[in-house]
């Protein structure tokens, strides 16, 4: 039959070869013969050394039952050794006189079944499952009652190993620092990540994504690409991608054998607004009008969190229509359990003062109610009462009486309505930048409590801070030069990878402290 078949570089034998494999090219249907030789030698090699590492372990295995089978003929114990803290077998324990010809039939048994191949059964499935009894775990003798065939080694007990060794799942952590924890130079900067960074600020999440993904799985140092998945991590949080985030983990741990992060979106709303150290800043515009007062009133009305800081210090004057609204707004603010943080107050009392003179009707009466609503906010009855006798006077109506409010002065100016110098001796205030900020970054610039005593940094807290553009940027880089120049020292703290980053690049690290959140 060999003979009838066509030779191996027969034009058929190359015809049936490119039948039976249609996507192999024609000119390489002669080395399929070849790869096949050689993955037949290498499965039989493999068989080969399979089965001497058998017959070894069968052999050391024999050798150990032809031991035992000596010493019981001696007299020695037939009884199972038990295994001593080193990992052999104790012998020197003596065995009960009715226990020799059970353990040498145990012993018969086991060599039967060693002696058989794997894949045949046994004759009686029944006696090929040793019944032994339950061994009882003895205390171990002491060592100068010992007496064994072995020498001491030097191996350490078995819980000095376990305790030495890691645990199996326990993956190394990730050094996600960018260098930024320094104050100027020592930031360490890359053109991919500030290229990244600048696409992000300006809106270009994709273009952003692409960047850091080139980055991350290009041939780079390994610091370089941890800060690029470090910043990939951090845009799929202040995105809210999660997906995303799940995914690029696994890979990130599969290539690199590291722990990733865990997820937590940046800037959502059970962080942004938590039950204590929220805040709602507004500054009064010079010409204050009622559209101005609806908008602010809007913002009162969704916000959920306990501190309000209203700052008056640029106002000029209010027009009429936003006369009565304000103080609409002003009494229902007091009715409000909040914090309130009162910043340029003299010029509002000024202005107020200048419209309110006692007995000249020629101003509005919404001024007096504006006025007398302010005195309720900070919580001054003694002047409420003196300021609504002169408006009884001037208007010869009876004034709204005084009513308690709930809410409560977190600080003032120093030339406030309280007077509270003292506030500068309490802690540091935390300056909080949150969400998106774009256009002007002032009046997101939230502070809370006094400001720092002497030789204490500025803290700003950007923990929410999901994006900033470049006008707001500079804005904060306007600030925070202002704050150097007056002998302050700041620290951005919480600032995700490409706020960072995008900071360094306007050149923020040069008056500030820039320190990124950690993983």
């Not at 490409?498 to 820039?514: E, K, M, Q, R, Y």
Request: charged letters at 20%.
């Amino acid at each position: 039959m060999a003979q009838d078949a066509p030779p191996p570089g027969g034009l058929l034998s190359k015809v049936v070869k490119f039948v039976r494999n249609p996507m192999v090219n024609w000119s390489e249907l002669d080395q399929l013969d070849e790869r096949d030789s050689q993955y037949n030698k290498h499965v039989l090699k493999e068989m080969i050394e399979r089965k001497r590492a058998n017959d070894f372990v069968r052999k050391r295995e024999f050798d150990q039952l032809r031991k035992l089978r000596q010493r019981s003929a001696v007299g020695a114990s037939a009884t199972p050794m038990a295994l001593d803290d080193s990992g052999f077998f104790d012998s020197s324990r003596p065995s009960a006189p009715g226990q020799r010809e059970g353990t040498l039939k145990k012993i018969d048994e086991i060599e039967a079944q060693m002696v058989r191949q794997p894949w045949q059964p046994p004759r009686d499935a029944a006696a090929a499952v040793p019944r032994f009894s339950p061994t009882v775990n003895a205390e171990p003798q002491p060592a100068e009652a010992r007496v064994t065939d072995f020498a001491a080694t030097d191996i350490q007990p078995r819980e000095a190993l376990l305790a030495e060794a890691p645990p199996e799942d326990m993956l190394p952590d990730v050094d996600w620092s960018l260098g930024a924890g320094a104050q100027g130079g020592e930031f360490v900067a890359d053109p991919g990540l500030e290229e990244a960074a600048i696409r992000f600020a300006n809106g270009d999440d994709a273009g952003c994504e692409a960047a850091l993904l080139a980055l991350a799985e290009a041939q780079t140092p390994v610091p370089v690409a941890l800060r690029a998945w470090a910043a990939l991590f951090d845009l799929y949080r202040a995105t809210a991608q999660q997906g995303r985030f799940e995914a690029m983990a696994i890979d990130f741990t599969v290539r690199h054998q590291r722990q990733a992060p865990a997820w937590a979106v940046i800037g959502a709303p059970d962080r942004a607004m938590p039950a204590a150290g929220a805040a709602l800043a507004w500054t009064a515009p010079a010409l204050l009008d009622a559209a101005q007062v609806t908008a602010l009133a809007v913002q009162l009305a969704e916000f959920r969190g306990d501190t309000v800081q209203l700052d008056w210090g640029a106002l000029d004057a209010v027009q009429p229509p936003a006369l009565g609204p304000l103080a609409d707004l002003l009494s229902r603010l007091a009715d409000q359990p909040l914090r309130l943080s009162a910043r340029g107050s003299p010029r509002l009392e000024q202005l107020l003062r200048h419209h309110t003179v006692s007995g000249q009707r020629a101003q509005p009466a919404a001024w007096w109610r504006l006025r007398l609503a302010w005195l309720r906010l900070t919580q001054r009855p003694e002047e409420f009462d003196l300021v609504a006798l002169d408006y009884c006077i001037t208007y010869e109506v009876a004034p709204p009486p005084w009513e308690d409010g709930r809410c409560s002065l977190a600080a003032s100016d120093a030339a406030g309505a309280r007077g509270q110098a003292a506030a500068n001796d309490g802690p540091g205030p935390a300056v909080r930048l949150a969400g998106v900020v774009t256009g002007d970054a002032l009046g997101a610039l939230v502070s809370m409590g006094a400001p720092p005593t002497a030789g204490q940094p500025l803290v700003v807290d950007c923990a929410d801070l999901v994006r900033i553009d470049f006008a707001a940027a500079g804005s904060v880089l306007n600030w925070t030069a202002a704050q150097q120049a007056a002998g302050q020292r700041l620290e951005f703290r919480g600032l995700h990878r490409l706020v960072a980053v995008f900071f360094h690049v306007i050149g923020l690290a040069d008056h500030a402290t820039l320190l990124p959140r950690s993983h």
